[in-house]
């Protein structure tokens, strides 16, 4: 089992910034976050895998960064130069031994 706190959402102009957490219960390998917004269907954001390396989505590629402290099994997702279209649910999740485990999720929610 894998339980997932994830924090760090919020109300945040166009332009502006915000930083989520996400730290597991125990070491993982792939962790990542993936959002929602209402009326669609989930996207990967980012993610980060075991050897560091990372995968972003194109509408994020040099806005956002996810990084990881492994002592603390935690990752991060710094986002910049938010939109309004970056507004949704985001999601934290880790794959530990093949199975997929879900944060309780974190509004983040951009004005214009």
């Known amino acids: 089992q894998v339980q997932l706190v994830e924090s760090g959402g919020g109300l945040v102009q166009a332009g502006g910034s915000l930083r989520l957490s996400c730290a597991a219960s125990?070491?993982?390998?792939?962790m990542g976050w993936y959002r929602q917004a209402p009326g669609k269907t989930r996207e990967l954001v980012a993610k980060v895998i075991v050897s560091g390396s990372t995968n972003y989505a194109d509408s994020v590629k040099g806005r956002f960064t996810i990084s990881r402290d492994s002592a603390k099994n935690t990752v991060y997702l710094q986002m910049n130069g938010l939109k309004p279209e970056d507004t949704a649910l985001y999601y934290c999740y880790a794959v530990y031994v093949g199975l997929t485990y879900w944060g309780q999720g974190t509004q983040v929610t951009v004005s214009s």
């Open positions: 125990r070491s993982i390998g792939t």
